[in-house]
């Protein structure tokens, strides 16, 4: 036992933009679970997913790899690569019980259980989503029947099925917490970590909250008063600088804040990762009553952010500002990682995996393009640098007309996003407008800047080919 590689419990919320942990500088959301999180460990400040949009996001981080490089480029495809080999089938295969709780969501999901590779999990309780329109394997609506509950009346859904505002009331409410999905995740999380077993573990636990509709149930929804919220980063100009990009692939046309609710919105939104907070509370409680807290690497993260009324927008889609590109990264195992550190270096979801792998003992597969954070979590390498810069693709991503491509490129300082075959793009100085209001790629006395990062981000796209076979002859 003395040699045993650490249990791994990676809870993944989805769609939660990286600025709603209390700790981390939101004094609206109480999150006091996360808030211990970051103090008894290192969270990643500066995060980036590598692309906006749940499948490819999440192919990219259980392989270590850019969404392109592995060939899932977007929601709703047919199957996921048989010959990518993911983590977690890796980590079974090296003695590990592996469990998923929650969404997957590597292949098309609008029709049923979605076809599985061979992933690894042996623990499999599947929820793509709290809805009712899953005519076969739904094991979150089978638990609630198992409850004398009737899905179709519990999950019914009361606006557009990916956005809007569900607002509840005490006499009108959504999912209670004792039915809902995030609650379900964490009693099967709890039954996984509880079991008995002479191997390590890990378990992956999905939820899908905070995605929309935002529809928390009242319970946590009345904590908040909306008028008092702050609202979205939003300006006048926003509206002509998002209606010159009106042909490219987004989930919601941009409008007023006031127009469509906003800070009603960010409620709901803040009042969902109540909820999270709360059910991930439950979790590290488990596992401290069975006494394996001491041996378990702890991660909390989420696949991509979420607009939330930023610049005019809810949802997602082809953008990349950092409420939909810039994500929660925090991880915790005392003792042996440092404790309240804050990094704010760049780093990237695909770094996650050879992370992972490192700490399990295992070696990090060829063609990984992630890079190892474990010299920062041990205090090893200084926690201000890991990249020189991030990547983001976006690649037909999701089900609109335009069929949209583009790349984002950061570094310290300045983020390009190129809308390919458009002509358009955009250049933010993220140290002078961090809130990317002010976009410099027409400016005159930024041009020179702006072909100096679009060469850049052009290697960088190169670089993440995979371009064949292996050359192992001279010819």
Request: aromatic share 12%; glycine share 6%; net charge negative.
């Amino acid at each position: 036992m003395a040699n045993r590689p650490p249990n791994i419990l990676w809870y993944c919320s989805d769609q939660q933009r990286f600025d709603t942990i209390g700790a981390l500088g939101n004094p609206h959301v109480h999150t006091p679970n996360l808030d211990r999180l970051v103090e008894e460990g290192v969270a990643f400040t500066h995060t980036y997913c590598q692309c906006p949009i749940c499948t490819p996001s999440r192919a990219s981080f259980l392989t270590g790899k850019y969404p392109s490089t592995v060939h899932v480029n977007t929601n709703g495809n047919t199957h996921f690569p048989p010959n990518e080999r993911l983590l977690p089938r890796r980590f079974a295969d090296a003695g590990y019980d592996c469990g998923l709780v929650g969404k997957l969501h590597l292949a098309g999901a609008a029709n049923g259980r979605e076809p599985r590779v061979d992933d690894g999990y042996r623990y499999f309780q599947y929820s793509h989503a709290p809805r009712d329109n899953w005519p076969r394997g739904h094991d979150y609506a089978d638990w609630l029947r198992e409850k004398g509950e009737d899905p179709a009346q519990v999950l019914t859904v009361k606006s557009n099925l990916f956005g809007g505002l569900m607002e509840p009331s005490p006499e009108r409410d959504n999912v209670p917490p004792h039915l809902h999905q995030t609650t379900w995740c964490s009693e099967k999380t709890i039954e996984f970590i509880s079991e008995q077993r002479d191997q390590p573990w890990l378990i992956s636990v999905n939820p899908y909250d905070p995605h929309p509709p935002y529809n928390p149930p009242w319970e946590y929804y009345r904590r908040f008063d909306p008028d008092t919220l702050p609202g979205p980063h939003f300006q006048e100009s926003d509206l002509a600088h998002q209606t010159r990009l009106a042909k490219i692939d987004f989930q919601s046309t941009p409008q007023r804040p006031e127009d469509f609710g906003a800070r009603k919105i960010q409620a709901a939104y803040y009042a969902m990762i109540e909820q999270i907070d709360e059910q991930f509370g439950r979790i590290i409680a488990a596992l401290e009553k069975t006494g394996q807290r001491e041996n378990t690497v702890i991660i909390f993260m989420s696949d991509h952010g979420e607009s939330l009324g930023d610049h005019g927008l809810t949802q997602k889609g082809c953008r990349f500002f950092d409420g939909l590109s810039r994500v929660p990264l925090i991880w915790s195992w005392p003792g042996h990682f440092k404790a309240g550190l804050r990094s704010d270096a760049l780093v990237e979801l695909t770094d996650v995996a050879p992370t992972l792998f490192q700490l399990a003992g295992l070696p990090i597969p060829k063609g990984t393009q992630g890079r190892s954070l474990l010299p920062i979590l041990t205090g090893a390498a200084s926690p201000r640098q890991h990249r020189d810069f991030v990547r983001c693709e976006y690649y037909d991503a999701i089900d609109k007309p335009d069929r949209t491509f583009a790349t984002m490129y950061r570094d310290r300082r300045w983020k390009l996003i190129v809308y390919h075959d458009h002509g358009i793009g955009e250049l933010y100085d993220m140290e002078n407008d961090p809130y990317e209001f002010n976009s410099l790629w027409d400016d005159p006395t930024h041009q020179s800047i702006k072909l100096d990062l679009i060469q850049k981000s052009f290697d960088a796209s190169i670089r993440t080919l995979d371009y064949g076979p292996e050359r192992i002859m001279p010819y």
